[in-house]
């Protein structure tokens, strides 16, 4: 009867990490009497969301056998300039206009390295990451934080609404994933990113377009990251530009990778990314709730990144004899 | 037309356009494009400082220099190795602190502080290692996470530690000595790292652990398949690695002493675009050390340089993405490229006209008429070698042949019907020739001069003459030797074709006819191996004169025979035998009657005599079509010669219809029948010479009767 315990069905890491999701989920309601309240579920959902949906950008590229590590720079400097240009008289819908063109460009330019000029995702990424938090801090603007300019306070009106006690960035989250759910699953070039993800050149002989693909895929993880951004602003009334050098976007390879999307593309949908934001949700309530500090709450979730990258690495082996060569 | 033919020939002597090619084919051109990025900075940053080339600003900057060039070193050891190590800027932070703490709060001398910080970061480098080699997880990803961890335990360090670090004073000459002292009059820590820079470039082109990580970064499949210990090497890079960072945070704490929480942030994105702007490759397998103190000097400038102009905090950042994109996109084209660019490149055509086409019609009085002599040759060896490219038959009758496969075949006499392997070589035989002690000396395309003795042991005689000081391309190394002869005091002078291409590419040659051929001279008697006449365009056919004091040389693609001086009053000269061939000669060899034999290997066509007067249409060929469809030398069709030597024609012998022998490259008189071999040929041809002396051997006639 060994059989069926590792069958690949019953023994994937969704599983498990759904799993254990509901033991700390089930752990934490017994042991923290404040957890287990709607208003500490909801503000758990609602501080979680903006990760949840920078995950569903950055599962987008990682199924097709990318990575974006400059979605955090696209969430926030595409934004602190659309609040910069408010803030200097321009008028709301022109400055989201040029922001959204902004960070479309930059999408488009990762897109336009990473397919045509075949430079590995993670280096075109992290140097466009680089690049446009330095064009934005030294070229656009000279502060670190941006406010919301009070003319435009609607917008932080926006950000506290709720829609039948949803919090409206949980709305977005819920609106986002299930836009990416209908993209992956039930569109053409859902499926094309998935072809590309599990074989690439198979996928290009095949006659599938896949350097468009991949230049569709990093405008839409862009696109993600300018709306995670919008609604980070208008949540906090500001925009602080400092995310981009902290732990974020490890936050959200976390949130990706430990939901169970293998790195090497092909595998893995939306319900892996929610799962992953539940646990690190859970995670980081709890850990709130007890009081960690904040340097130690970074070493915690970094050995679970690891534990994470390492289980993905045993489930899915890499094998000397088929390994890509300069695939790091 | 005289007139421009006269441009057209002086552009291409003067126009040295060979040199593109050769310098692209050298491992150090790789560097050109960095170094030329180099020299940009420095001009466009030495403008606009004012006092950017002074001692002060230099001395500051070396020991910044020092420091960081530690840390791209480690990471061009991983990088080379086919990782990527972005824990770099953590691992120095958490150096930084592990020495203060050690020096400051618990007061441990120095040298032990020094150890302390290497264990520490040994230990982090080993967890990467263990992770990335043995685990075979994702070296991008896991240091990305071992970054965020490292980073969170000197955060929680600093929360303990950074109050009794700054109260405390340290008071130790060494230690002051390590932060702020000079040997020599540079900055201690430029000392240590120029020093470590040096053991490291041994370490990674010197000796064997070196050339495991790049033949692992090379091939990593290929290395695990060869029994290379992959993982084992692979976490020593990273080992390595974090120690060097460690040593350069140890001399950053004792510089400036004191830890703060952006200590490191952000080297290891100015690490990973030093190394990579110097050239080192993504993915493993090309890098040096040299290519990272270069990028590396290349970042810090970049670095320093927009500080000092005033730039905004961001303007760092933004440049060094913008250089890291450029450097990465530029790495991977040329990776990917490099070799096209070099075959496109690397053909480049001579300007030379040949003398007109004599005659060969039937019925024509020329000397080279076409006949029907050869059609009734007695075939040898049908089907049983590939490629003899040259015959010669000893003082017993038997016949030795090359083959493709790295053979010499012999056929024992006098039927010459059984045959064996006589020896194997590895490389394909082409021209031979027996020494006074009966040992047959062949030339050996790709492996140079080899020596066979009468039992069948190969001996390698030479292959590397003097290098010449002006040639880019390494020229002491015999590629291609051709055919050889031994002149009456035993020494052995022999022909490479070409310095620019393999055996293979002879055809290329063709088509570029440049005089890359040349004669080189090997003395057993003191070993010594020197070049003796350059700039011959294809070096074909050697045979000794009859005056013992000269050779004659057999000039392909000039469609001539040379006769060259070695000794006596004419010693150096060189005259032209026979001018304006019809063909291009191949091997000449000795005549029973004091004559010369020759092989001609195929007929001039009048394209091809065209084409050689169009240097830019060759060049254009080369680059815009396939090699396929290139025109080449006709070597289809060719015949056997007969001439004296003032240059006189005597006879011409033919196989009309190609059937026997469409193409000839040697031949070999022995006891009145001539054997015919041809390099792309399956037999060997035995031609009846009529009136000829039964008894005549090569061997008898220039060694002397056998003792």
Sequence with gaps: ?328 | MAGVDAFVRWRYRLVPDHIVGEILSKRWADNLIPFLFLLATILVFGANIRDFYTIGYLSDATRQLGEFLLVVIGMVIVMLGGGIDLSVGSTFALANIVTLIAMNVLGWPVWLALLATLVVNGMVGLMNGVLIGYLRMRAFLTTLVTLIMIRAVVDILLLKYSVPISGASVTSALWDYVGDGTLLGLPFSFVVALAIAAITHVFLSRSRPGWHVAAIGGSRRSAYNIGIPVRRTVCMTYVLSGMLCGIAGFLFAARLGGAGADTGVGLDLQALTAAVLGGNSLGGGRGSVAKGALGAVIVLIVINGLVRLGFQSGATSMVLGLILLMAVSIDVRWFKNRHKVLSKVYVSPMFFRLPPRPSTLPDSASPYALNDKLRDVEVIGLDRIEGPEDVILDRDDNLYCGSRHGDIVKFFGPDHQRSEIFAHIGGHPLGMAFDRAGHLQVCVGGMGLYAVSPAGEVRKMTDETNRSPRSIIDDARVRFADDVDIAPDGRIFFSEASIRYESQDWAVDGVECRPNGRVICYDPRNGTTRTVLRNIRLANGICMASDGQSLLLNETWACRVLRYWFDGPKAGKVEVVLDGLPGYPDNVNRASDGNYWLALVGMRTPVLDLALRKPGFRRRMARRIPMDEWLFPNINTGCIVKFDEQGNILDALWDLGGQNHPMITSMREHRGHLYIGGIYNNRIGKYRIPGADRNWTAQDHYWGPAR
Excluded: C
Excluded at chain 1, 181 to 200: A, D, Q, S
């Design chain 1, 1 to 328: 009867m060994k059989g069926w315990l590792f069958r690949r069905a019953h023994f994937s890491q969704e599983r498990i990490v759904l799993a254990i999701t509901i033991a700390l989920f089930v752990l934490f309601s017994a042991t923290l009497n404040r957890f287990l309240t709607s208003a500490n579920l909801l503000s758990l959902l609602q501080s979680v969301s903006v990760l949840g949906i920078l995950g569903v950008g950055m599962a987008i590229v990682v199924i097709g056998r990318g990575i974006d590590l400059s979605i955090v720079a696209i969430m926030a400097i595409p934004v602190a300039w659309v609040l910069y240009m408010m803030n200097q008289g321009v008028p709301v819908p022109a400055a989201f206009a040029l922001g959204l063109g902004f960070s479309v460009a930059i999408g488009v330019l990762n897109g336009l390295f990473i397919a045509y000029v075949e430079v590995p995702a993670l280096f075109a990424t992290l140097a466009t990451g680089a690049f446009v938090y330095g064009f934005g801090r030294s070229q656009l603007f000279n502060q670190d934080i941006i406010y919301l300019p009070a003319s435009a306070s609607w917008i932080a009106a926006v950000g506290r609404m709720h829609v039948a006690q949803v919090p409206i960035a949980v709305v977005f989250f819920a609106a986002i994933s299930l836009a990416g759910f209908l993209v992956l699953r039930y569109t053409k070039i859902g499926r094309f990113f998935y072809l590309i993800g599990e074989n690439y050149l198979a996928a290009r002989i095949t006659g599938i377009p896949a350097r468009p693909m991949i230049v569709i895929q990093y405008v839409l993880s862009s696109l993600v990251a300018f709306i995670a951004g919008t609604l980070t602003a208008a949540a906090v009334t500001s925009m602080n530009t400092r995310v981009v050098n902290s732990t974020l976007i490890y936050d959200v390879i976390l949130v990706v990778v430990v939901g169970g999307i293998g790195l090497s593309g092909g595998k893995g949908g939306i319900r892996n990314v929610i799962i992953g934001t539940l646990l690190i949700g859970i995670l980081l309530d709890g850990m709130t709730i007890l009081d960690v500090r904040y340097t130690l709450q970074n070493l915690i979730k970094s050995i679970i990144l690891l534990v994470a990258i390492l289980v993905d690495s045993i489930v899915n082996p890499r094998d000397e004899q088929t390994d890509q060569q300069g695939d790091i």
